[in-house]
Every structure is written in structure tokens, then in C-alpha cells.
């Protein structure tokens, strides 16, 4: 059985995408199972101890369409000893006032039913105004901006991995 589980909600398919490039660099599906939230069941969670939420943010600051249809199961999951590793897309420019909210939001809601938020990542090289993603002035995950930066998405990918190769203990 893989060691990760990695739950991803992708309307555009960029989420999918940076997804598949996370789990390649992880070490493959041997070591990560992907999961499209839209499909998946409660039980699906319990089976692993090390888990990535992936969501971009949508509209002003939103959940993906699939991660909010499901927001509300969360509470039939018990996080507890689980950690759990956030990754984001979104857009710094265009929604500056709300850049990564989605991703803080999960990762608030999972920290109140017991997962350990791993894979904390720094503000630089970002200009935004507020987000929901930022505690103790960092974010709570990876934060990507395909639509402004994707350029510097694959440099952060792999300096992330090898953080939660660290915090995952694998």
C-alpha cells in the first residue's frame, strides 16, 4: 500500500496536473495514491497517516467546486496522529486579497478534527495582500500561481518534496 494519500480537487486541470508531479516526485504511485475528491469516500482517509489536500481557490477566496460539495463530510474523518500536507493554486495578482484562501481554509478545519499540518512554506518571492493560507507568516502549505509564476513551479515542487520527504519520515 502506498504511504500517502493525496486528495486533490481540480476543475481547469492544473491542480491534476501539479498533482501527478508531486506524486512522480514523491517516488511514484507506489508511494502516493491519488484521490480526485469528487470520488472519493470517507474511508479513503482512514487507510493512511501521511496526507496531501490539494485545492485551488476559486471565485473570491472560495473552495473548488468539489472540494466544497464535500466540505462537510470532513467531520466524519478523524485526523487524529494523521499529518497533513497542503499545496494551492491561485492567482497572487488578480485576487490579491485573497490569494491561497482555500487552502487555509481545509487546513483550518482539519486542524480542528486532529490532523498536524506539516510542510509550512515561506511568503517570499510572493506579493499578495491577505490570505486565509498565512499563520505565523507563512503559509500552512505550498502555494503555486501557475497563472503569474509558473515558471518557479517545478523549483518549488522539488524543494517541497524533499521538506516532506523529511516531515512524512519516508
Known sequence: MAKIGLFYGSTTGKTQDVAETIQKELGGDDVVTMYDIAEVEDSDFEQYSNIIIACPTWDIGELQAD????????????????????????????????????????????????????????????????SKAVKNGKFVGLALDEDNQSELTDKRIKSWVAQLKTEFGI
Open 67 to 130: 472540494w466544497s460539495g464535500y466540505y462537510d463530510e470532513l467531520d466524519n474523518i478523524n485526523f487524529s496522529g494523521k499529518k497533513v500536507a497542503y499545496f494551492g493554486t491561485g492567482d497572487q495578482v488578480g485576487y490579491s486579497e485573497n490569494f491561497q484562501d482555500a487552502m487555509g481554509i481545509l487546513e483550518e478545519k482539519i486542524t480542528e478534527l486532529g490532523g498536524k499540518t506539516v510542510g509550512h512554506w515561506s511568503t517570499d518571492g510572493y506579493e499578495f495582500e491577505e
